[in-house]
């Protein structure tokens, strides 16, 4: 791929989830073969469990992107996997990153990210990248945060209290002539009761910052599993996923839904305030209010996508209770499996709290109820427990092969319950119904 034909990408969430996996193949498509790809680690090189996070990260493009990477990883950061790094070892990270024709980051902490990036003199690298419009550069959550000339600190402010402030960020967008805040995870919901939008500082916080930046400049929101893609070849804008774009100056906001393409002059004009409407809000019907919410509504039928894990787990649920109601112990079964499946797909996340655990929670009162379930049919064993249990013991196979021996064991605890004995061979799991007596085990059945 030569100079000119680049594109930077921010994401705003779930950049190793399900719902990206799409975008990441397309982008991966534009460098057209084989590609030096780069993870930069730093955004949460101070977590202990870094190496984890990258490896799961590097195995996410592997098994679904099919892009194999290295990781790029923070010098200086403390710990076994890097030490204390001479220039020599920072003066190769800059050529790995310049080099790269894909560079990726994440999750973690935008201050540690700055504050790494500036001592070494990874922003330069990273303007440059911008400027002579060379490779991808995809720049994610955290990593996301840093990219306009103001940064917000989203851990010292949300999780340590300190006082809502502006930290001078790498300013990529601003050789693209966009003086721009950043600000990923725009449309958090997960405060409930409490206001988490615009990454975790909900709106009086906001309204707070917006005072304290220059005439001329915005807030660039960017909604949870959505991106924006310029192409620094064509100067060409494109808001790709579930939500929206948001331009935000002194409480205004305009909003450019996902499947918009736009002129990145358009986009300085909208960031400049010279043409606050020029790109119209989606209306879900004639009695919408054509307000925000309407707007990501509208968005998100237009464009589909993955669901989150969330709405996964949500609709399992739903299909699962309907199940339940009308005695269905097959697509019982099946719901259960199936959940397992998407909770395997999102364990790949880099983002630490995805839901995960609430999911498995989930799964387990599947498991629960669809062992009470069996139980209650344990006079017809022959009908009832003969397609039951195929499915289920499928599952515990799946989660003894995936090392979840806490969920398999969960399966035999449960069935045992119901009066099922499994017991487990060398050539698979067998069962045994627990009111026979050794002349009728005959009847018992296996599955390999």
């Known amino acids: ?34 590609a030096d790809a780069v993870i930069l680690e730093t955004p949460y090189g101070f977590q202990v469990n870094r190496d984890d996070i990258s490896n799961r990260a ?61 001592t070494l003199r990874l922003g330069e690298i990273l303007r ?16 996301a945060c840093t990219v306009g000339f103001a940064a917000l600190p989203v851990y010292e402010v949300y999780k340590a209290g300190h006082p809502p402030a502006w930290l001078t960020g790498l300013d990529l967008l601003g050789v693209l002539g966009l003086p721009v805040a950043v600000i990923p995870h725009y449309d958090n919901a997960e405060g409930g009761t409490h206001d988490t939008r615009f990454c975790y500082l909900g709106e009086p916080r906001l309204a707070a910052l917006e005072h304290e930046l220059p005439d001329g400049s915005a807030v660039l929101g960017i909604d949870e599993h959505t991106a924006v893609i310029v192409d620094l070849g064509t100067s060409l804008v494109r808001v790709w996923g579930r939500g929206v774009m948001t331009v ?60 989150t894990l969330q709405e996964a787990v949500a609709a399992a649920e739903l299909r699962f209770d309907s199940a339940h109601g009308a005695g269905d112990g097959g697509t019982m079964a099946e719901v ?50 003969g397609r039951i249990l195929v499915p289920l013991l499928g599952l515990r196979r799946r989660l003894r092969a995936d090392g979840a021996y806490d969920l398999a064991d969960e399966v035999r605890e449960a069935l045992a319950a119901g009066g099922v004995r499994l017991h487990d061979t060398a050539e698979g799991s067998g069962w045994r119904w627990e009111e026979e007596t050794e002349d009728q085990q005959t009847g018992s059945r296996s599955q390999a």
């Not at 034909?5 to 990206?20: K, N, R, Y």
């Not at 002579?132 to 955290?142: D, E, F, K, L």
């Not at 709290?353 to 022959?382: F, K, N």
Request: aromatic letters at 4%; hydrophobic letters at 40%; a negative charge.
């Open 336 to 385: 259960t499996v199936e959940l397992e499946s998407v909770i395997a797909a999102w364990s790949a996340d880099m983002e630490e709290d995805q839901g995960g655990e609430w999911a498995r929670t989930v799964l387990h009162g599947m498991i629960r109820r669809l062992a009470q379930a069996a139980g209650r049919g344990l006079s017809e064993p022959e009908h009832t427990l």
């Open 128 to 143: 440059e990248r911008v400027a002579r419009g060379y490779g991808v550069t995809v720049m994610a959550s955290a990593a």
């Open 58 to 118: 590097r195995e996410y493009f592997r098994r679904s992107v099919s892009l194999a990477t290295v990781v790029a990883p923070d010098t200086g950061a403390d710990g076994p996997s890097s030490g204390a790094p001479g220039s020599g070892d920072a003066d190769k990270v800059r050529d790995l990153v310049r080099r790269a024709e894909w560079v990726f980051s994440g999750p973690g902490s935008p201050s540690y990210a700055l504050k790494r990036w500036h």
């Open 248 to 307: 935000r100056r002194r409480g205004a906001s305009v909003l450019v839904p996902g499947g918009t393409t736009l002129p990145l002059e358009q986009l300085r004009d909208l960031v400049a305030g010279t043409e606050p409407s020029v790109v119209p809000l989606p209306r879900r019907s004639a009695d919408t209010d054509g307000g925000v919410d309407a707007a990501r509504h509208a968005t998100t039928a237009s464009t589909g996508g993955a669901a």
């Open 1 to 34: 791929m030569s100079a000119g034909q680049g594109l930077l990408v921010l994401m705003g969430s779930g950049e190793t989830s399900p719902t990206m996996v799409t975008l990441h193949r397309e982008l991966v498509a534009h460098l057209g073969g084989d």
